[in-house]
RNA sequence: GCACCCAUAGCUCAGCUGGAUAGAGCAACGGUUUUCUAAACCGUCGGUCUCAGGUUCGAAUCCUGAUGGGUGUACCA
């Protein structure tokens, strides 16, 4: 549309002797009331002509006819220049752009970036909201790859601190050599079942204090449990024989049930970095800082920063015993990650309730000099709510990830088997459509939203399968490749020329042609979102196609070919976005 | 207290780099199948874009203030 813009530029220049750019005009699509298909705003421009809107509009408008070979005619209404183009041109952006081998993605354009995600704990099995986080920092990950980064996508493991010590003290103590086997209970929610019941016998130890006639705070402080968890928490950093076995043998559980959730998530990583590894890093960083005088020292020797003149406030980055704390450990793994890689960009995609470290994090290295903290980016995202509010791990309020995934698949199938759908399909088949469609609903559901809204899920209602759903998407394309298949389409189908394009193609055309836009913005903006309502809008408009024109019966042989390969290309377009969101689109369905 | 985020149809969400009469889906009601997959398509119903000011030819969109909701402001991670 770029020359519809520049022969704009030189219609003002021409008519009003004025140089304007091409930015400072607007243009957009017709809106379907209307007729024509892209319209120029011309109010902005009266300013120049001295004109009224119409008579602006129209000058413009005649001289765009006149000079331009894809405008077939113009009307203006009030200050809108609404500008219809010709058949021919629009089979040419269909032919000779969008139906090109490079189209819908971009080459390499030679940076490095890392998504960070999931970075789960290992005292507990993931639930919804790192269902959200996963299938966010994977979706993110895809669209820069698709944009032409080389993407490193990372997986910081929280496997270190009191809350592991928990989970293996309570074991220890009430688990009588409990294991994924004896059990059959899978890894990580083993090990999550002993931090419940951590959490239980510490508030009975904490009820008889206080009726001992302790305070709260002392006897949350004295219960004889949390001691011993941080007993053991000293012991596991001085390197303790049995304490590293246990945790080590209590790790890999967890990692093993991990695993399992990541390959049905569809999600994977190239680095894994662990907390274990990385929690005394960041302690050069502080000396650094304490030596340029970014940091300063207090009475009592812990290292501080003051952050009071970009508005925000005192910062503590390390103990007055000399120990590390969150944001020493992030400093540290920031540059260890950095130093690895030499990344252009990195996105930390956590809840947004980390809003405020990150921004402290970024400007601290900014202020250390830090050339490559431009390039730092936290993916907030907010949180996922249930009807009855916040989803609480101790109060057993939450979501479990593995039950959702098998409630998703569940409800897949009985939708299949309402619709006599895969009666015929072999059972393997069966299996892997249940579990695409399931997850297809899931993902879409999470990743249609902005990031940054929170999301309410409501179990009871399960993800719909109608409407905008990801199997509405996923039916869209399955039944183009049915199509595709009836009509015996072969890729290799040359340009026959065809005398009209219908309303409904030409939008098609419209849609497919602004996907490389779509794919751009959502990198830009980091939101699957933006490639969400994109596919939606496009299988929407296919469907409407597929209903108002007959493709494999249409009236001439070139209509034909002309039909199945915009279904084929639309097709192609979909997948291609689908995939972007880590989802699946079947064959048949 | 201070800081950040959110507020659009009964519900879940688009639209937000200012443009025409604010759009989808769900729910409710009605219609479409001798024809390429009806998980589809078409229609009806549904709005004080939280409120009040301001900027502008033009504001859901930008600015200010208020209200409501969320989060943070830990020598937890």
Redesign the pocket.
């Known amino acids: 549309m770029d020359f519809i813009l520049e022969a704009a530029v030189r219609a003002v220049k021409t008519l009003f002797a004025i140089d304007i750019s091409a930015e400072s005009l ?1 243009l ?1 699509q ?2 379907k ?2 007729e ?1 298909d892209v ?1 120029l ?1 011309v ?2 421009l ?1 300013k120049f002509s001295k004109k009224s ?1 119409e008579q602006t509009g129209t000058a413009i408008g005649e001289f765009l006819v006149n000079r331009l070979e894809a405008v077939e005619s113009f009307n203006v ?4 220049l ?1 500008l219809s183009l010709k058949n021919s041109y629009w089979l040419e952006v269909f032919y000779q752009k969008i139906n090109q081998p490079g189209f819908g993605s971009f080459p390499s354009n030679g940076k490095k970036v890392m998504v960070e995600y999931s970075s789960p ?1 290992t005292n507990k099995p993931l639930h919804l909201g790192h269902v959200r986080n996963n299938l966010l920092g994977y979706s993110v990950a895809e669209i820069l790859k698709a944009n032409g980064y080389e993407v490193i996508k990372a997986n910081l493991v ?1 496997d ?4 592991i010590c928990k989970s293996m003290l309570a074991w220890q103590k009430f688990g009588n050599g409990e294991t994924p086997e004896s059990s059959g209970l899978k890894g990580d929610h083993l090990v999550g079942k002993y931090y419940v019941i951590f959490d239980k016998e510490y508030k009975k130890q904490i009820e008889e204090l206080k009726n001992q006639g302790e305070t709260e705070d002392d006897a949350k402080k004295n219960a004889p449990l949390i001691v011993e968890a941080q007993k053991m928490l000293q012991k596991w950093e001085q390197g303790d024989a049995q304490v590293i076995t246990l945790w080590k043998e209590m790790n890999g559980w967890v990692y093993a049930g991990f695993e399992e959730t990541y390959k049905k998530l569809g999600v994977d990583f190239d680095q894994y970095y662990y ?1 274990s590894n990385t ?1 005394l890093l960041g302690k050069s960083i502080i000396d650094e800082g304490l030596e340029k005088g970014v940091f300063f020292k ?1 009475p ?1 020797s ?1 290292v501080w920063i003051d952050l009071t003149a970009d ?6 980055v390390l ?3 000399g ?7 992030d400093l540290g793994t920031a540059q260890l990650k950095y130093d690895d890689y030499q990344t252009d960009k990195a996105i930390n995609v956590v ?7 990150f ?1 402290v994090l970024y400007l601290i290295l900014k202020k250390l000099g830090r050339s490559w903290a431009e390039g730092l980016y936290h993916l ?1 995202y ?2 996922v ?1 249930l009807p009855s ?2 989803m609480k791990s101790r109060e057993g309020t939450v979501v479990d990830a593995d039950d959702l995934i098998a409630e998703m698949e569940a409800t ?1 199938k009985e ?2 088997d309402i ?1 006599g ?2 009666a015929d399909f072999p059972e393997v088949e069966k299996q892997d ?1 249940y579990h695409t ?1 399931g997850m297809g ?1 899931l993902k879409y ?1 999470l990743l ?3 990031p ?5 899920f ?1 179990p009871n ?1 399960s993800v ?6 990801g ?2 998407i ?3 394309y ?2 183009i ?3 595709l ?3 015996g389409f072969k890729d290799d189908t040359v340009f026959m020329p065809i005398k009209t394009v219908s309303p409904v193609e030409k939008d098609l055309i419209v849609q497919l042609e602004h996907y490389p836009a779509v794919l751009t ?1 959502a990198a830009q903006a980091y ?1 699957p ?2 490639i969400a ?1 994109y596919v ?2 496009l ?2 408009l296919y ?12 009236e001439e042989e070139a209509v034909k070919q002309f ?1 199945l390969k915009l279904s084929a290309v639309s097709a192609e377009i979909i997948q291609k976005a689908m995939h972007l969101l880590g989802i699946k689109v ?4």
Request: no cysteine.
């Open positions: 607007s957009q017709t809106r009331e209307f024509g319209t705003v109010f902005p009266t809107p209404i009030k200050g809108f609404n704990n929280n270190r601190g009191i809350h907390e929690y207090k009592d812990s508005g925000l406030d005192e910062k503590l103990r007055a015993d120990t590390s704390v969150y944001m020493t450990q809840g947004n309730e980390q809003d405020y470290h921004k907030s907010g949180m709510d509010g916040k897949a939708q299949t619709l759908k895969a459509l469609i609903a559901f249609k939203v902005e940054k809204k929170r999301l309410l409501d209602e719909d399968f109608q409407g905008n759903t199997p509405f996923q039916y869209t399955a039944r490749r049915s199509v298949t009836k009509g913005e939101s979102a933006v309502n939606y809008e299988a929407k469907n409407k196609f597929y209903h108002e024109e007959s493709i494999l019966k249409a039909r079947p064959e048949r369905m």
